[in-house]
């Protein structure tokens, strides 16, 4: 057995961020190997050293063109409303780094993505039906990997603090955030 045996099952499971050391060095330092086995089936390393994430993808066949090798993982659409809090999410996201020049975490509550969701809405009634359902959209959120609730000692057990994952930006680039956002209005 390789000795980056591990990353690859790991990488089949999920996103790899840098706040795991010994995994993220693991990779790192078996980048190359890493590369080397997906690439035998069609399948790239995505892996952004600066923002501390990696990932499988891939990538779809031109259109037109014969598929080549079967896709390993079904895409399963996700719904309006998890769309809506990424595209929140990624907005927020693009703001503090626009903002914030030494740190790299964003942290919002439950609180701050429901300010930032509420004014999407102009109908009360969606916006009241959508707002019921916020703690649904953010644990989508958090499957997807584009959240991760943080260690927060909280007073308010109801307003908890999440994480923005930045693997966020590289599954949602500017490209993909403004199809979205078109298709929205």
Not at 108 to 136: H, W
Request: proline content about 3%; charged content about 30%.
């Amino acid at each position: 057995m390789e000795k980056y045996a591990p990353l690859i099952v790991k990488l089949l499971q999920t996103i790899i961020y840098d706040d795991e050391k010994s995994v993220w060095n693991d990779l790192l330092a078996f980048q190359h190997q890493v590369r080397s086995y997906f690439a035998v089936i069609g399948i790239e390393l995505i892996l952004n050293e600066h923002e501390g994430f990696a990932y499988l993808s891939q990538p779809d066949n031109a259109e037109g063109e014969p598929l080549q090798v079967p896709r390993l993982v079904r895409r399963m659409p996700i719904s309006y409303e998890v769309t809506l809090l990424c595209v929140v999410l990624r907005e927020a996201l693009e703001e503090f780094d626009v903002k914030n020049t030494d740190a790299r975490k964003l942290f919002l509550t439950s609180k701050d993505m429901k300010d930032r969701i509420e004014l999407f809405f102009r109908e009360r009634t969606d916006r009241v039906k959508l707002l019921e359902k916020l703690d649904v959209y953010i644990n989508a959120a958090v499957a997807l990997g584009f959240l991760k609730e943080a260690d927060v000692r909280s007073h308010d057990a109801l307003n908890k603090t999440f994480e923005v994952r930045r693997v966020l930006k590289s599954k949602m680039n500017n490209e993909k955030l403004e199809e979205i956002r078109s298709k929205m209005h």
